[in-house]
């Protein structure tokens, strides 16, 4: 049978298979720091969502959401929620992003709930839970755009931290408006081959090529608090990154992170962008297309995913107040490990939000 959620006393929406044996309170487990106890891995304990394990629910049964975790309508009463933007009517190139939500919640299946390289354990740090899709508008673009700043409005008036899944980069632009009206002008940890700061493509203001440069022209952003991380490719003119530099950006062009760890890097990002509110954007197209290629906008030379991975970690102690992973096209991969990777990635990010514990 279908793994089935309802609420407990003393929880909000917490998980519990329902052809399971009867659940044990605690299951006590020993670490290098002695015997501790944790949520049952069979379900939820009693205060947090846990999903439930697949050492006793098959990955492949159930309604996929995000990590096998429940449902909810709304964000009330979560700490962080995993949303999806599923639109490409903002791309450029390739198409296929619209399917990406879809697919990256099919491959989240794979992830367990704790994070092995880090000892993070954000099922027991945070209520967490997939509050589905913005309802978008696949003929206008700009009513999309409408409809995403008014769900993102919603959803940080309950002061939920939105981890999004993509949808084309285009969904950056309102989600900041939304992240700003709340926060004032925030940090930027972008992870993308493109700078993304056109100002104009084919006549129009609003697509995926052009969110950063209409971020700034509204004030959405602290321009002292912008990287950009992993640019690269063939561009317009000379210096494709000249306009960013000008504004105060930070750009880190690929070329500066080949065959090296990024964690120095990091400790430097960190230090850049302080104490104040970050948002953080991860375009999947910042990783070479041999690792991710179900994208629409790819380019050689990439970053790794060991180097996605320490940029994400690497956001540790930062004030995160939204992260979104972008981009991921499912049509033009086939093995779906671009979904996979997007998943994961999710995931970490989920596990450096403020206030997640680690062992």
Known sequence: MFPVWRNLSLSRAAAVPFSLPPRRALDQRSCRTGTRSVPNRKSSGSRYNVPPSAEFVARVSGIPTMAKLPYRETADGLDAAFVGVPIDTGTSNRPGA????????GES?????YNSGTRAAPYESLMVADIGDVNVNMYDLKDTCKRIREA?????????????????HTIAY????????????????????????????????????????????EGLLDCRRV?????????????????SRAQ?????????????????LMSEVRAQMASGPVYLSF????????????????????LTPIQGVEIIRGCRGLNLVGCDLVEVSPPYDTTGNTALTGANLLFEMLCVLPKIKYY
Do not use: N
């Open 283 to 302: 375009d999947i197209d910042a990783l070479d297309p041999g690792f991710a290629p179900g994208t629409g906008t790819p380019e050689i030379a990439g």
């Open 98 to 105: 619209r399917f990406g939500p879809r697919q990256i919640r």
């Open 174 to 217: 309102p989600i900041l408006q939304a992240v700003a009206e709340k926060h004032g002008p925030v940090g930027l940890v972008h992870v993308d081959a493109h700078a993304d700061t056109s100002d104009v493509v084919l006549g129009e203001k609003i697509g995926h090529g052009t969110p950063f440069r209409r971020c700034v022209e």
């Open 248 to 264: 105060g950006f930070r750009v880190v062009q690929v070329e500066e992170c080949w065959f090296k760890s990024l964690a120095p």
């Open 227 to 243: 990287v950009q991380i992993g640019l690269r490719g063939t561009g317009y003119s000379p210096d494709s990154y000249e306009w």
């Open 152 to 168: 993102y409005r919603k959803i940080l008036a309950t002061g939920c931290i939105p981890l999004t899944m993509g949808g084309d």
């Open 109 to 113: 299946a794979l992830l367990r709930a």
